[in-house]
Nanobody, 113 residues
Framework: VRLVESGGALGQPGGSLRLSCAAS????????MTWVRQAPGKGLGWVSLISTSGRITYSADSVKGRFNIARNNGKNTVYLQMNSLKAEDTAVYYC???????WGKGTQVNVSS
């Protein structure tokens, strides 16, 4: 199983970034997918989950209305569209399978002016 995140960058407050996670080594279309983040000096925080079909999504209150999770099963990729960025969104963002069995190495997002 391999999960590779990309798209992390320096973003400005109020701006947008899109993270991608390319999956391989398992039947991607049969797995719920999750984004988790870890802010500096803090523990892991769940961000968002998407069902196998993509029709059902859940997001943490802290990102609801700003972040959107989506997936393309034909490309074995899950995305996190991050809008209206805030400084507190600064974190390493990890992609993982819905049951947290497999994790990527993460991608760094920094939000600063």
């Amino acid at each position: 199983v391999r999960l590779v995140e990309s798209g992390g960058a320096l973003g400005q407050p109020g701006g947008s970034l899109r993270l991608s996670c390319a999956a391989s080594g398992f039947t991607f279309g049969s797995a719920d997918m999750t984004w988790v983040r870890q802010a500096p000096g803090k523990g892991l925080g769940w961000v968002s989950l998407i069902s196998t079909s993509g029709r059902i999504t859940y997001s943490a209150d802290s990102v609801k209305g700003r972040f959107n999770i989506a997936r393309n099963n034909g490309k074995n990729t899950v995305y996190l569209q991050m809008n209206s960025l805030k400084a507190e969104d600064t974190a390493v963002y990890y992609c993982c399978t819905g049951g947290f069995s497999y994790w990527g190495k993460g991608t760094q997002v920094n939000v600063s002016s």
